[in-house]
């Protein structure tokens, strides 16, 4: 699965991002990357679907704390 992400601009950002949909269940890989103006795209393996209230909880809080406010920005299977 690809996802693109906004509100990711540096490093830390990418690690947050990564960090927080590694940590969904079902997710067994997941690569970051920033592509530019605030995005990144996101490269994930899934064991299982996983519904996209589960992304949109894991980027929240992953934003906590951050000056950023990480949000799905589009998705492609």
């Given at each position: 699965?690809?996802?693109?992400?906004?509100g990711?601009?540096?490093?830390?950002c990418?690690?947050?991002?990564?960090?927080?949909?590694?940590?969904?269940?079902?997710?067994?890989?997941?690569?970051?990357?920033?592509?530019?103006?605030?995005?990144?795209?996101?490269?994930?393996?899934?064991?299982?679907e996983?519904?996209?209230?589960?992304?949109?909880?894991?980027?929240?809080?992953?934003s906590?704390?951050?000056?950023?406010?990480?949000?799905m920005?589009?998705?492609e299977?």
């Amino acid at each position: 699965m690809r996802m693109y992400v906004s509100g990711v601009t540096c490093s830390r950002c990418v690690e947050r991002v990564r960090n927080a949909l590694a940590g969904i269940p079902g997710v067994t890989w997941v690569t970051v990357e920033v592509i530019g103006e605030g995005r990144a795209r996101a490269e994930l393996v899934l064991s299982r679907e996983i519904r996209m209230g589960e992304v949109e909880e894991a980027l929240e809080k992953a934003s906590q704390g951050t000056p950023h406010r990480y949000s799905m920005a589009g998705i492609e299977d």
